[in-house]
């Protein structure tokens, strides 16, 4: 059964600094795996999606990486803004069994992040 | 393209009494999934729908709720005999298959919060 870990599960950060969230994930067969924020009580936004033939991912201040082998991803955010602040989590879908087309996702528990101005 | 639709937004209900949620996806997304989240986790697979077949169940999913998609476009789940344990955040989300082997990011909904007192 697939486990995704999320560490750490609480981060505060001053305004302005660069800082890495960490995800790992125990079946190192996945398809892809996918960033999402979401703030209080809302449902979640893609950030970045990773396929398993990838090694990251860019858009704007966001960078995600994948080692598949390893089971590891890290999602890093340059020069942090109080509007950062959202727990962000990470997923991971596995192949689907022969035939068929259900790119489940398994969820971390995410990392809330607060970003102090 | 106006993204996932969820409604209610919130429903509070008392023990025992029956809801239905519905999801709107993203025109032309063929793949439609629901997951629920609850406090301090990650949302959780309940079912999936390629078109208007569901092709998988969560083994989370007991006899009380039941999911369909009638003609392939929203979806409605459905929760009976509502009991205190079912209150948490309920997800839809959707995603095209335009080429084999490839699968789109899932695009998630705002969620329907339910309370079951």
């Known amino acids: 059964k697939q486990e995704v870990t999320q560490i750490p599960a609480a981060l505060s950060v001053p305004e302005g600094e660069n800082l890495v969230l960490n995800c790992s994930f125990t079946?190192?067969?996945?398809?892809?795996l996918q960033w999402f924020r979401q703030d209080p009580g809302k449902g979640l936004t893609s950030l970045l999606l990773?396929?398993?033939?990838?090694r990251e991912q860019t858009s704007g201040r966001l960078n995600a990486s994948l080692d598949k082998s390893s089971g590891r991803s890290t999602l890093y955010i340059a020069a942090s803004q109080p509007g950062d602040s959202a727990t962000y989590l990470c997923?991971?879908?596995?192949?689907?069994?022969?035939?068929?087309?259900?790119?489940?996702?398994?969820f971390g528990k995410g990392t809330l992040l607060t970003v102090n101005p | 393209d106006t993204g996932v639709s969820q409604n209610p937004r919130h429903k509070i209900t008392k023990r025992g009494q029956n809801v239905t949620f519905r999801c709107d996806p993203i025109?032309?997304?063929?793949?439609l999934y629901w997951y629920r989240q609850t406090l301090g986790q990650g949302p959780e697979f309940l079912t999936y729908f390629q078109n208007e077949a569901q092709l998988e169940k969560s083994r989370l999913l007991s006899d009380r709720f039941s999911a369909e998609r009638p003609k392939g476009s929203f979806s409605t789940l459905e929760i009976q005999r509502t009991e205190q344990g079912d209150s948490a955040m309920y997800l839809c989300?959707?995603?095209?298959?335009?080429?084999?082997?490839?699968?789109?990011?899932?695009?998630f909904g705002p969620g329907t919060r339910l309370t079951v007192l």
């Open positions: 079946d190192s067969a996945i398809y892809n």
């Open positions: 997923a991971v879908s596995l192949r689907p069994n022969s035939g068929g087309s259900n790119y489940k996702l398994t």
């Open positions: 025109s032309e997304h063929n793949r």
């Open positions: 990773i396929q398993s033939s990838q």
């Open positions: 989300a959707s995603s095209k298959s335009p080429l084999a082997r490839i699968t789109d990011t899932q695009y």
